[in-house]
């Protein structure tokens, strides 16, 4: 019985330290606040606030039951979809945080091009991870 309490308390630990580590990520590099600028949709500031709340909610009950789409296997391709443009959109603030971008722009002289740059890569990385899960032989 101590094992099983003293696991559940470890468990417990570990998922509030990276759930910090995350916030904490986030907030320090200000990366919410470039989606909401970048976005243009300062009004809805509290429906962010909200889905990251619930997104980490719902990635703790997906990591703590065992979760299968097996008898959803219509929400695949709109959930794989909402996914990918969360990542899309936290790796584009990401960089908008790091200035990555604008200062490779800068030394490069290639200013102009920026935005067919960051098309680019977002499609480069969609035509990746789609040929990765598709094709069974990769």
């Known amino acids: 019985m101590k094992t099983v309490i003293l696991t559940i308390l470890i468990g417990l630990a570990g998922g509030l330290a990276v759930g910090a580590s995350v916030t904490a990520f986030f907030t320090v590099l200000g990366v919410t606040s470039h989606i909401v600028k970048w976005s243009k ?3 809805l500031i509290l429906v962010y606030e909200i889905c990251f709340v619930l997104g ?3 990635s703790c009950l997906v990591y703590f039951y065992d979760f299968t789409l097996k008898y959803f296997k219509f929400l695949t391709i709109p959930l794989g979809f909402i996914l990918g443009i ?4 936290i790796a584009a603030a990401l960089t908008e945080t790091l200035d990555i971008i604008s200062i490779a722009a800068n030394k490069l ?3 102009n091009w920026i935005y067919l740059i960051v098309v680019v890569v977002l499609l480069g ?3 990746g991870s789609l040929v990765f899960f ?3 032989e990769f």
């Open 109 to 111: 002289k290639i200013s």
């Open 125 to 127: 990385k969609v035509v």
């Open 41 to 43: 949709s300062e009004s």
């Open 134 to 136: 598709l094709v069974p």
């Open 86 to 89: 969360f990542v899309g959109m």
């Open 56 to 58: 980490a909610l719902f």
